[in-house]
C-alpha cells in the first residue's frame, strides 16, 4: 500500500484528505511523524504551498524528497509549488481530481 503524508495547516481540510486517501487504497501519514526524528518513509506528500507548514514539513526530507502533489487554495499562477511538484490541484478539488493525480504519479 502506498504511503502518502498530508501536509496541510488545518486540522479539517487534513483529515479530509486523510479519509480521501483512505476510500482510494492509500495509507495517509500525519506530519507529526516529521516533527522529530528521520522523516517517515512516504511514497507522495499532498502539500498546501501557501504558508510555511507544508515547507517546513517538506524540509524535513532534505534531497531526498518524495514527489509533491500541491493541493492549495491559490491558482498555480501564484508560484507557490515547490520545484519538482507533479501535479497542482485547486481547492476545492475533487476526491476524483485526487485519486487521478495519484494514480498517475504511481503509475508513472
Same mark, same amino acid.
Not at 3 to 22: G, H, K, N, Y
Not at 36 to 48: I, R, T
Not at 53 to 64: I, K, N, T
Given at each position: ?36 526524528? $528521520?522523516?517517515?518513509? @512516504?511514497?507522495?506528500? %499532498?502539500?498546501?504551498? #501557501? ?6 514539513? =517538506? *524540509? ?21 509549488? $515547490?520545484?519538482?511538484? @507533479?501535479?497542482?490541484? %485547486?481547492?476545492?478539488? #475533487? ?6 493525480? =495519484? *494514480? ?5
Amino acid at each position: 500500500m502506498k504511503r502518502v503524508l498530508v501536509a496541510d495547516p488545518d486540522a479539517d481540510v487534513r483529515s479530509l484528505i486523510q479519509t480521501t486517501l483512505r476510500k482510494l487504497g492509500y495509507e495517509p501519514v500525519c506530519p507529526s511523524a516529521c516533527l522529530s526524528g $528521520p522523516p517517515p518513509q @512516504v511514497d507522495a506528500v %499532498v502539500l498546501e504551498p #501557501s504558508g510555511p507548514y507544508g515547507h517546513a514539513v =517538506l *524540509r524535513r526530507f532534505g534531497e531526498d524528497a518524495p514527489p509533491v502533489i500541491c493541493f492549495s487554495i491559490y491558482p498555480p499562477e501564484a508560484g507557490l509549488a $515547490p520545484s519538482g511538484s @507533479v501535479a497542482y490541484l %485547486v481547492k476545492p478539488s #475533487s476526491c476524483d481530481e485526487l485519486g487521478e493525480a =495519484l *494514480r498517475d504519479l504511481f503509475a508513472a
